[in-house]
């Protein structure tokens, strides 16, 4: 029996378990994939206090290398259920574990377009991290679709990898960070292109060559990198009574889901502002508040 058992292993999670081992808890932290979560797929990450500019993969490390160092337990393992009775079952594909709180900070994936054959060329043409995939793409030019800060700022990273990225967007202005549209408008290398949409992938010979948008523009590029929004990652809650807004959790001001001893933090929450600062500190709130619960 755990007291604690926090499923994802992003900034919200880690910064969680680094709490709740400090508070003497026994702590559990699950992970599907790559501990780091989100942020290993990010060119530069350039607001978050103590580094002027770090890659996302290094704070990553960072973050993976102190949990190794303070000893706090993980596992490598996707959590496929939870159950909420008395205590709260945690089910993954091999095992089951036991808790008596329960942190949520499983983060959200990212949205694709809905175009014929998007998910066949996923990976091969049709990609979501810039970091990943856009060494593949040096020189060719390729198009980044979206208008919030995580389009903006992936298409300056392109900029200097490929020959040239053509910024898609549906709106007739960008809604992401004034200074990143200010560098974004001074790149010479980057076109963009407003009010307009990719309806069509152009493949030949079972190879990405190009787009076609709504106004019938066709665009000649090898790779197109999608941020038009995500879907939280809370399918493995299907058997709770956990309330929701579109799939993201509700959670009170302490980070407390309408289920006594559950909480939730970071991406996964319904909330205003989906920043690696406050995912952090809404690990860290939630671990403090639950051990005043105690
Ligand atoms: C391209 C891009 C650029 C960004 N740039 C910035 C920036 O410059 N500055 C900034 O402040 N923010 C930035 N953000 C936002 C920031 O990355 C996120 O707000 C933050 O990383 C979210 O952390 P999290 O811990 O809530 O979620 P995540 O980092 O997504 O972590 C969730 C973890 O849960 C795991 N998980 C999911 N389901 C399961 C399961 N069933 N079982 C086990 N594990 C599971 C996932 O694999 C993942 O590792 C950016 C985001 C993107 C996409």
Not at 198 to 205: A, F, H, Q, R, S
Not at 272 to 285: D, K, P, R, T
């Amino acid at each position: 029996m755990y007291d604690l058992i926090i499923i994802g292993m992003g900034i919200s999670g880690i910064s969680a378990s680094i709490y709740a081992h400090r508070a003497g808890l026994k702590v559990l932290l699950l992970e599907k994939s790559a501990p780091g979560g989100t942020i290993n797929t990010i060119s530069e990450i350039e607001n978050y206090p103590g580094f002027k500019s770090i890659s996302g993969p290094d704070l990553a490390y960072k973050l993976f290398t102190e949990v190794n160092d303070l000893g706090i337990e993980y596992k490598l393992e996707e959590v496929t259920d939870v159950i909420i009775d008395k205590t709260t079952v945690i089910k993954t594909k091999n095992n089951v574990y036991e808790t008596k709180f329960l942190l949520i900070a499983s983060g959200r994936r990212p949205k694709l377009l809905g175009l014929k054959d998007e998910d066949k060329f996923l990976g091969r043409g049709v990609c979501t991290c810039a970091l990943c995939d856009g060494p593949l793409y040096k020189n060719s030019p390729v198009a980044v679709i979206g208008g919030g800060s995580s389009a903006l700022s992936e298409a300056l990273y392109l900029a200097n990898i490929v020959s040239k990225v053509y910024l898609i967007h549906r709106r007739d202005e960008f809604r992401g960070e004034n200074s990143l549209i200010k560098e974004v408008e001074k790149k010479d290398n980057i076109e963009l292109i407003l009010n307009n949409e990719v309806t069509e992938l152009v493949i030949k010979d079972d190879t990405l060559t190009g787009i076609i948008l709504k106004d019938r523009q066709k665009l000649a590029v090898k790779g197109i990198f999608i941020y038009v929004g995500y879907y939280p990652n809370t399918d493995f809650l299907k058997q709770t009574n956990i309330l929701m807004e579109d799939g993201y959790i509700l959670v009170d001001a302490h980070n407390e889901t309408n289920i006594k001893g559950v909480y939730a933090a970071g991406d996964v929450t319904k909330k205003e502002i989906y920043q690696i600062i406050n995912a952090a500190s809404e690990g860290a709130q939630s671990v403090v508040y639950m051990t005043q619960k105690r």
